[in-house]
């Protein structure tokens, strides 16, 4: 049973790129979330989706924007990368049956901005 | 006031150590409480949930206090295993899986 799929795993940009990141989650969860760890940081929460939409968003502007497939997996895009962006992105797969309480993350795309 | 709160550490402790963390939040309608570890440059992994009866798992015991709005972990008899570092995390009513972490505690079990 694969557990929460990310790639790529490292990405260099420079600023004002746009970048997507990808996340299969694992087998019989529906729901999928998004968080930026920076260095030193606790994950911040960007945005939830099911049923191919975002049902909640942090506090991220909109340079930040996300999709979900029929196949519940997800994309995160950013666009107009600021240096500011360079973090650990981990994707969080969760089952709205179980009240999606109990996450099980990926292990991240670490993402450098330069 | 941050939403979360831990203490800051790090903590070096000696193998055998008992080592406990702190943790407060600030928002009252806080559902769900939770403790993940991490290791460097890795995912966050869910390591208990914590109940208000408080609750143990091994050499691992949480407790919450809704009233103080305070999260503890104990560890006891540390391994060198146990260095890692540890968020502890709440989730609001009606959120459903928007997690609310602390910035961790980082923790360094020495032989």
């Known amino acids: 049973d694969a557990g929460v799929t990310q790639s790529p795993t490292h990405l260099i940009k420079t600023r004002g790129q746009q970048v997507t990141l990808r996340c299969s989650p694992k087998?019989?969860?529906?729901?999928v979330s998004w968080y930026q760890q920076a260095l030193g940081q606790g994950p911040q929460f960007i945005f939830q989706y099911y049923e191919e939409e975002e049902r909640q968003r942090g506090n991220f502007p909109d340079r930040f924007s996300g999709h979900q497939f029929p196949n519940y997996s997800s994309e995160l895009n950013v666009n107009a990368l600021l240096l500011g962006d360079s973090a650990l992105y981990l994707c969080?797969?969760?089952?709205?049956?179980?009240?999606?309480?109990?996450?099980?993350f990926g292990s991240g795309t670490q993402l450098s901005v330069l | 006031r941050k939403e979360v709160e831990q203490d800051p550490g790090p903590f070096n402790v000696p193998e055998g150590a008992t080592v406990a963390f702190n943790c407060t939040y600030s928002n009252s309608a806080s559902q769900s409480f939770f403790w993940y570890r991490q290791d460097c440059r890795k995912e966050p992994k869910l390591l208990m949930s914590v109940y208000s009866s408080g609750n143990e798992d091994g050499r691992f015991t949480a407790q919450l206090n809704r009233a103080s709005q305070y999260i503890s972990l104990l560890i006891r008899d540390s391994k060198l295993s146990d260095s890692a570092t540890y968020l502890c995390?709440?989730?609001?009513?009606?959120?459903?899986?928007?997690?609310?972490f602390g910035k961790g505690t980082k923790l360094s079990v020495k032989p």
């Open positions: 995390v709440v989730n609001l009513a009606g959120s459903q899986g928007n997690l609310i």
């Open positions: 969080a797969s969760s089952s709205l049956d179980r009240g999606n309480e109990k996450l099980f």
């Open positions: 087998s019989g969860h529906d729901t």
